[in-house]
T-cell receptor, first 116, second 114 residues
Framework: EDQVTQSPEALRLQEGESSSLNCSYT??????LFWYRQDPGKGPEFLFT???AGEEKEKERLKATLTKKESFLHITAPKPEDSATYLC?????????????????FGQGTILTVHP | ETGVTQTPRHLVMGMTNKKSLKCEQH?????MYWYKQSAKKPLELMFV???????ENNSVPSRFSPECPNSSHLFLHLHTLQPEDSALYLC?????????????FGPGTRLTVL
């Protein structure tokens, strides 16, 4: 069974204080690892998809990296508007028969608060 | 309208009521999903439809009944729910269901069961 663990559960930063969020995963063959941002009461907003170890993607102050066991979301010089819950999810190739039905397995998320 | 839309945004219902949640995607995707997000729990996949064909998820109680009349619309019919069913219900869509395609989410329906 696929598993995703995110740490820390909550992170409080001062504006401009760079940091990283961690996503550790266990899958039976990784199809993709996804990062989303979720604001309170809203649906998850897509940030990045990573497919293979060594891959990196950037968008504004965010950079996502991927190894064979974990992914990091690096936040450089964060601003208060970056405050949100950041979700990590994986999609795997499924069971030994190779079947998969598009399931995303999510972590519990990291609640990021950036103070001015 | 763009992306994935959901209606209603908020719903309060009694345990004996019957209601339906609606989702519409404007992205031309072939797969649609229902997820449940409960407080302090990870998002849980409920149902998947690919080209209007349902892929069963056996862990979902029968009081939740999905319907996908075409590739752009998805419904979740609710009946005789329990208070523990109160949650944010999210709809998502992707180009294909099992190829690593990104799933795009709607804003969700906040359901409260009294």
């Amino acid at each position: 069974e696929d598993q995703v663990t995110q740490s820390p559960e909550a992170l409080r930063l001062q504006e401009g204080e760079s940091s990283s969020l961690n996503c550790s995963y266990t899958v039976s063959g990784l199809r993709g690892l996804f990062w989303y941002r979720q604001d309170p009461g809203k649906g998850p907003e897509f940030l990045f998809t990573l497919y293979s170890a060594g891959e990196e993607k950037e968008k504004e102050r965010l950079k996502a990296t991927l190894t064979k066991k974990e992914s990091f979301l690096h936040i450089t010089a964060p601003k208060p508007e970056d405050s949100a819950t950041y979700l990590c999810a994986v999609q795997s190739y499924g069971d030994a028969g190779g079947t998969s039905y598009g399931k995303l397995t999510f972590g519990q998320g990291t609640i990021l608060t950036v103070h001015p | 309208e763009t992306g994935v839309t959901q209606t209603p945004r908020h719903l309060v219902m009694g345990m004996t009521n019957k209601k339906s949640l609606k989702c519409e995607q404007h992205l031309g995707h072939n797969a649609m999903y229902w997820y449940k997000q409960s407080a302090k729990k990870p998002l849980e996949l409920m149902f998947v439809y690919s080209l209007e064909e349902r892929v069963e998820n056996n862990s979902v109680p029968s009081r939740f009944s999905p319907e996908c009349p075409n590739s752009s619309h998805l419904f979740l019919h609710l009946h005789t729910l329990q208070p523990e069913d109160s949650a944010l219900y999210l709809c998502a869509s992707s180009q294909d269901r099992a190829s690593g395609d990104t799933q795009y989410f709607g804003p969700g329906t906040r359901l409260t069961v009294l």
